[in-house]
Every structure is written in structure tokens, then in C-alpha cells.
């Protein structure tokens, strides 16, 4: 379809609405008819979206800087372009590319920036592609931008088994790091076969586990769960060790501002870093930079390419907990957020909607 008013065609796209502070079944699934791209954009036809901690955080309200409502949730998506618009790259058509969105990824079609593609390899699935984008970004920036791990080095991941932490493991025992990482007992044995040396998250006394196998402490920790609980998380670092925090997942079901808890976390880890001992302490957003278009997306591709290329090399595997239609985001919703699954949830096209066959919901 180089011509992108055929692509649209009065032919109809699948969306899921996020109402307003709803409970997942709240969720909606509308049809409308499929966009045309504008000048510098694509039509992109979704092949896969994730279901991020972001979104989690979306339908209670408590993103940081979510938009108002109604809005189409989706933080990253894979898919083919199957349009260009006037006066762009006709070589696009056809081809498979990531994107990080924010918005817009749970649609069977999207119009996103020609010049935000980054290339998906060749013979890589989309599922699995996707769940390397945001998780993929934010594990190589925190990794080796912030915490600069070395090899020899020991870390502290939180949450190993879920999509952001269980890439970080792979990273770090790929840098030559001991990785110590917390999960339940059900994710343990998944957890120690991506390297890692897994802790009960639920013991009762977190700090003494690690110091067992880290009597003077980490040399990092990535705690995405905030709260009182990142004192901790600041006390195991062995001097000149480095906190990067990039969530606050103990406040998700809170009520109140959703910038509060954010705004506390980043006044304390500055005192933190004005403090004598060696030590260092930073909030990872990964939208940090963003003004300066150009240089973000010129980072962004980078990053994203090295963890693309690394997943087709088999040098990462893929934690993709399930594989659900687009349809079913609610159903997708819940089991994201049920704390059951190891890695990140993917939505896919209806087979009926967009011509796709859907694979089973059945984890993976």
C-alpha cells in the first residue's frame, strides 16, 4: 500500500480505551476507521504491544505524567509499517520496526514518527521483540550508563522475574557481574536459570539474606519498588555503590497525587547524594532528555539496536509470559498484574480484526 488514503479505505481498526480510573474489565475495545498517515508519519499495523507496569499505574491515575482522559494506553509496540505518508520513504512499507510510545500501542494500527522506527532483525519474533523495547532500553541505560556494572562487580536486582528485571539479570551476567535477585518461591528456579542467585522477596529480613552472600554489601542495586523500603535498598550498598531506582510500585494501590510519591523519592535520593560516604543514588526515567529530540532518539536507537541485535544472536532470551488478542487487554491487564507470571505479557492482533493468526493466551 504505497499510497496511504488506500490504506485506509473506510477499512476499520481495533483500539482499547482507558475510560478513567477503572478496574481492567473497564477497559474498552472500540473500532474506528483505520488513520492516514500525515507528512514524516507511517501507519503502523500492530503485530505486538506489551502490558508494562506503566499501564498498571495508568488506569489507577497514578502515572506520572499520564494524559487525561480517554486515551488509548500502550507503552511500545512492533509492528509493519503498511503506509508512508506524503512525501515519505517508500522502502518502509513492509518492514518491522519497535517503537516507544507511551500511548497509542494497544490499537491494531497507529500512526507513529517516521523517524522514531528502530529496525526489528530479520527472522526475530515480534512477541519476543517487544518485550525487549522499554524493558530493554531501561535495563541497558540503568546497567551501563548509570551504574556503570563491571565485571567481577555484585548486584542486587528487585523483582528479578519481571520483564524489566529479568533483563536486567541477563545483562548483568553478560557484563560479568554476580547478580543476587529477589522473587517469590514459585519464580526462584526461573530466576536461577537466568543466572541470578534468587532470594524469597516476602523474607523477613531482606537486608540479612544479601549480606549473606554480600557481607560488605552490592555494588548496585534496581529497586522499582520505592516507598520506605528503598532505606534498605540504600543501606546494602558497599561504598561507592550505586541505587538506581526506577519506579514506586509500593504505592501503585495508594490513594492521593500521583506525582507525591515520585517527587519524595527523588528529594530523598538527592540528600542521599549529598551525604559523605562514596555513595550514589538515581531516579532512571527514561524519557530524560526528551527536549533535545535529536539526541534522545539518536540514544534510544543505539540502545534499543544493541539489545535487538543481542536477542538475535540468542545472547538474550525473551521472558514473554503470555500472548494474549487485543481483544482481551483486560483479561491481559489482570495477568500482568497478578504477580503470577515471569516476564512481561504481550498483547496481539484478533485474528478476525486484523488478519493475524492470534496465538493462545497460554503462558510461554
Known sequence: MNDPRQASDRAL??????PGIVEPAGLQVRQRPVPVPGPEQVLLVMEASGVSFAEQQMRRG?????????????YDVVGTVAAVGAGGDTALVGRRFAVLTKT??????????AAELVEVPAGVDAGQAETLVVNGITAMRMLHRIARVKSGQTVLV???????????????????ARVIGTASLRHQETVRELGAIPIDYRTPDLTAEVRKIAPDGVDAVFDHIGG???VASFGLLAPGGTLVSYGTASTRDAQGSSKLPVLKLIARLQLWNALPNGKSAHFFNIWAGKRRADAFQARLDADLTEV????ADGAVKPQVAARLPLSQAAEAMTLAES?????????????????????SGNQE
Request: aromatic residues 6%; without cysteine.
Open 158 to 176: 528487585l523483582g528479578a522475574n519481571g520483564g524489566v528485571g529479568s533483563t536486567l539479570v541477563q545483562l548483568a551476567r553478560r557484563a560479568g
Open 13 to 18: 481498526m481495533t483500539e482499547v480505551v482507558l
Open 62 to 74: 497514578k502515572y506520572y505524567d499520564q494524559p487525561p482522559y480517554p486515551f488509548t494506553p500502550g
Open 339 to 359: 504477580g503470577t507470571v515471569t516476564g512481561k505479557v504481550v498483547l496481539v492482533p484478533d485474528t478476525a480484526q486484523d488478519g493475524h493468526a492470534a496465538p
Open 308 to 311: 535487538l541485535t543481542l536477542l
Open 104 to 113: 497509542g500501542g494497544w490499537a491494531s494500527h497507529l500512526l507513529v514518527p
Open 228 to 230: 520506605e523500603g528503598i
